[in-house]
């Protein structure tokens, strides 16, 4: 079992930044390639990002591309996204996901793919 829980979320207005963590505790986090989600209202969760388990490969979904930054501190067994230049659409709650280190591919865009969640924190950007 890998236990994760979400900080950092918040209200913030158009045009500013946050940074999100995940905590994690149970299993080696170093063994595990990790994944940002989030859900708006009424929307499906999407994926917003996805990091290897040492750090060395990132992906971002194009809309968040070039804003947000996902990183990791093995040591710390943490996962973090940096959130910049913040959009109204960029309203919903933020979870943290584990992918398991079997897996052919360190990130996937659907959510069954992953094999560990947290609990969520939200994030609220004003225009």
């Known amino acids: 079992q890998v236990q994760l829980v979400e900080s950092g979320g918040g209200l913030v207005q158009a045009g500013g930044s946050l940074r999100l963590s995940c905590a994690a505790s149970?299993?080696?986090?170093?063994?595990?390639?990790m994944g940002w989600f989030r859900q708006a209202p009424r929307k499906e969760r999407e994926f917003v990002a996805g990091i290897s388990s040492i750090g060395l490969l990132t992906y971002y979904v194009d809309s968040v591309k070039g804003r947000f930054i996902i990183s990791r501190d093995n040591a710390k067994n943490t996962l973090y996204l940096q959130m910049n230049i913040l959009k109204p659409e960029d309203t919903a709650v933020y979870y943290c996901?584990?992918?398991?280190?079997?897996?052919?591919?360190?990130?996937?865009?659907?959510?069954?793919?992953?094999?560990?969640w947290g609990q969520g924190t939200q994030v609220t950007v004003s225009s």
């Open positions: 996901a584990a992918r398991g280190p079997l897996q052919s591919d360190y990130y996937t865009p659907d959510p069954k793919g992953y094999d560990y």
């Open positions: 149970g299993r080696t986090f170093s063994n595990y390639n």
